[in-house]
């Protein structure tokens, strides 16, 4: 069977130029073939190109690519990351790009303590914000509030109201719940038993 992409590699050496409807049918299909293939790719394998074949994937994510595409790439390179579905295309996009190119390593749940995490320098810090905000799932949210205020309740607070604390938390504006004092009928089953 032959190898289309050999062909189309051989016409494009010897200087084939296509009409303009037949270019544009032509790049349709390219894009609508690397919209498959790219999820298909590792990260790692994409880190390994070339810096000018890394440039036409990043200007691919950036520009080409549609929501389909980036949430398949994303769930590929970026497994544990919250779905995107709050984040609009150019997001997706920009934390694609800034994973490829490197900037950015896949989304893992932080393991700093609360005050692990304030004595991270400025920059850290604000990644790790950053990292909450856009990429971590409700789940993870929930789990480290439970770990860095441990007497706050998580019943019934979304999205935006674990992002609220952990925010407040991490940037020292607010302090972690001290534990409720008890009550003296249950000091004095403690001291009995």
């Known amino acids: 069977m032959a190898n289309p992409l050999s062909i189309l590699n051989a016409l494009a050496a010897a200087r084939v130029e296509p009409s303009a409807t037949e270019q544009t049918k032509l790049t349709k299909a390219l894009e609508k073939a690397l919209q498959e293939l790219l999820p298909k790719v590792s990260l790692a394998s994409a880190r390994?190109?070339?810096?000018?074949?890394?440039?036409?994937?990043?200007?691919?994510?950036?520009?080409?690519?549609?929501?389909?595409?980036?949430?398949?790439?994303?769930?590929?390179?970026d497994p544990?990351?919250?779905?995107?579905?709050?984040?609009?295309?150019?997001?997706?996009?920009?934390?694609?790009?800034?994973?490829?190119?490197?900037k950015r390593e896949p989304y893992a749940p932080t393991q700093h303590?609360?005050?692990?995490?304030?004595?991270?320098?400025?920059?850290?810090?604000?990644?790790?914000?950053?990292?909450l905000s856009m990429l971590a799932p409700t789940k993870d949210l929930g789990a480290l509030l439970k770990r860095w205020d441990k007497h706050w309740s998580t019943t019934?607070?979304?999205?935006?109201?674990?992002?609220?604390?952990l925010h407040a938390l991490l940037d020292g504006?607010?302090?972690?719940?001290?534990?409720?004092?008890?009550?003296?009928?249950?000091?004095?089953?403690?001291g009995a038993g």
């Not at 070339?50 to 398949?72: C, W």
């Open 48 to 77: 390994r190109v070339d810096r000018a074949m890394l440039s036409e994937i990043e200007d691919f994510l950036a520009v080409q690519a549609g929501r389909k595409p980036l949430t398949a790439i994303a769930k590929a390179w």
């Open 156 to 165: 019934g607070l979304d999205r935006a109201a674990l992002l609220s604390r």
């Open 173 to 190: 504006t607010e302090e972690p719940k001290p534990a409720q004092p008890k009550s003296i009928s249950t000091r004095r089953r403690e």
């Open 113 to 131: 303590s609360l005050p692990a995490a304030r004595a991270l320098p400025p920059g850290e810090r604000a990644a790790l914000s950053r990292s």
């Open 80 to 102: 544990k990351a919250a779905p995107l579905a709050d984040l609009t295309d150019a997001e997706v996009a920009r934390l694609l790009i800034e994973l490829v190119s490197g």
